[in-house]
């Protein structure tokens, strides 16, 4: 999971929230068909408004310009705006900027309406006009908890996603129960991140080999290290790249010298949109 928010302009801004104030008149027990109704109409093709509010959650997904992966699973293309908080449960959120990410149609399907919030260690699913809607969610919302901060990757063995040994019981049980509810060891996304991490390293040799190649006059230096760059930008699995940069002592040999020999590699890949 990997997020960085991009801008939205104002105009943006406004159009949302005057969304939002007219979902406020909209009596609680039809508050959930409305917000739904409001949405469909919002978010077409032909809506320009909705064209820039997409393009700007496409631009806050991992990868690089043309190219980018899900929010979630950072392996499929994304195709939707998907509420973090369901809008079944939450439609007071459907339009709340901090609420929209774009994912792809298997994440969004296997996430599905359920979601639950937590005061202290206690569990609930909230009713609709629930005065406690604001307490922190059970899972991560990578608008509000920088999935980076709550997980890594195991790339020394299983390439799976693993809640980072620092965090308190409440956040690891939060990290984990986000690994669960996306299934993110599961569609062979470990093999993919596998893979990824091959990708990486060929990238970085054929980087540092051209490199070698091309001597030491600085305008050519410069093109060869942007094209490189793009090209990692653009690979999916962008967590398992911060994790391989991030454990690069405990990895292989081979990873081990082409971190001496390529360390701008690590700003390729932590750069925000
Ligand atoms: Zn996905």
């Given at each position: 999971?990997?997020?960085?928010?991009?801008?939205?302009?104002?105009?943006?801004?406004?159009?949302?929230?005057?969304?939002t104030?007219s979902l406020e008149?909209c009596?609680?027990?039809?508050l959930?068909?409305k917000a739904?109704?409001?949405?469909?109409?919002?978010?077409?093709?032909?809506?320009?408004?909705?064209?820039?509010?997409?393009?700007?959650?496409?631009?806050?997904?991992?990868?690089?310009?043309?190219?980018?992966?899900?929010?979630?699973?950072?392996?499929?293309?994304?195709?939707?705006?998907?509420?973090?908080?369901?809008?079944?449960?939450?439609p007071m959120?459907?339009?709340?900027?901090?609420?929209?990410?774009?994912?792809?149609?298997?994440?969004?399907?296997?996430?599905?309406?359920?979601?639950?919030?937590?005061?202290?260690?206690?569990?609930?699913?909230?009713?609709?006009?629930?005065?406690?809607?604001?307490?922190?969610?059970?899972?991560?919302?990578?608008?509000?908890?920088?999935?980076?901060?709550?997980?890594?990757?195991?790339?020394?063995?299983?390439?799976?996603?693993?809640?980072?040994?620092?965090?308190?019981?409440?956040?690891?049980?939060?990290?984990?129960?986000?690994?669960?509810?996306?299934?993110?060891?599961?569609?062979?996304?470990?093999?993919?991140?596998?893979?990824?991490?091959?990708?990486?390293?060929?990238?970085?040799?054929?980087?540092?080999?051209?490199?070698?190649?091309?001597?030491?006059?600085?305008?050519?230096?410069?093109?060869?290290?942007?094209?490189?760059?793009?090209?990692?930008?653009?690979?999916?699995?962008?967590?398992?790249?911060?994790?391989?940069?991030?454990?690069?002592?405990?990895?292989?040999?081979?990873?081990?010298?082409?971190?001496?020999?390529?360390?701008?590699?690590?700003?390729?890949?932590?750069?925000?949109?």
């Open positions: 999971m990997w997020f960085v928010r991009a801008a939205l302009g104002d105009r943006e801004k406004v159009y949302l929230k005057k969304k104030e008149k009596p609680s027990n039809s959930v068909s739904a109704a409001l949405w469909k109409n919002a978010n077409t093709n032909t809506s320009q408004i909705f064209e820039r509010i997409r393009s700007q959650l496409r631009a806050s997904c991992p990868g690089h310009e043309g190219e980018r992966f899900c929010t979630y699973c950072e392996h499929s293309s994304p195709d939707w705006i998907d509420h973090v908080r369901p809008k079944s449960r939450f959120k459907t339009f709340a900027w901090d609420n929209l990410v774009y994912a792809c149609a298997s994440c969004q399907q296997i996430k599905g309406e359920k979601w639950f919030l937590m005061i202290d260690d206690a569990l609930f699913e909230p009713e609709v006009d629930d005065a406690r809607a604001d307490a922190s969610s059970l899972y991560l919302e990578p608008t509000r908890d920088d999935p980076q901060r709550f997980l890594t990757i195991d790339c020394l063995g299983t390439w799976s996603v693993v809640p980072r040994q620092d965090l308190s019981p409440r956040d690891a049980r939060r990290a984990r129960e986000t690994i669960a509810l996306y299934a993110l060891d599961e569609r062979n996304l470990p093999q993919g991140r596998k893979r990824a991490a091959q990708t990486f390293q060929f990238a970085l040799h054929a980087y540092v080999e051209e490199r070698k190649e091309r001597g030491f006059d600085p305008a050519r230096l410069a093109e060869v290290r942007a094209r490189h760059a793009a090209y990692v930008r653009a690979l999916p699995h962008r967590s398992t790249l911060l994790a391989i940069n991030e454990h690069y002592a405990a990895l292989s040999g081979k990873w081990r010298s082409l971190s001496s020999e390529a360390p701008e590699s690590l700003e390729w890949i932590s750069d925000d949109p």
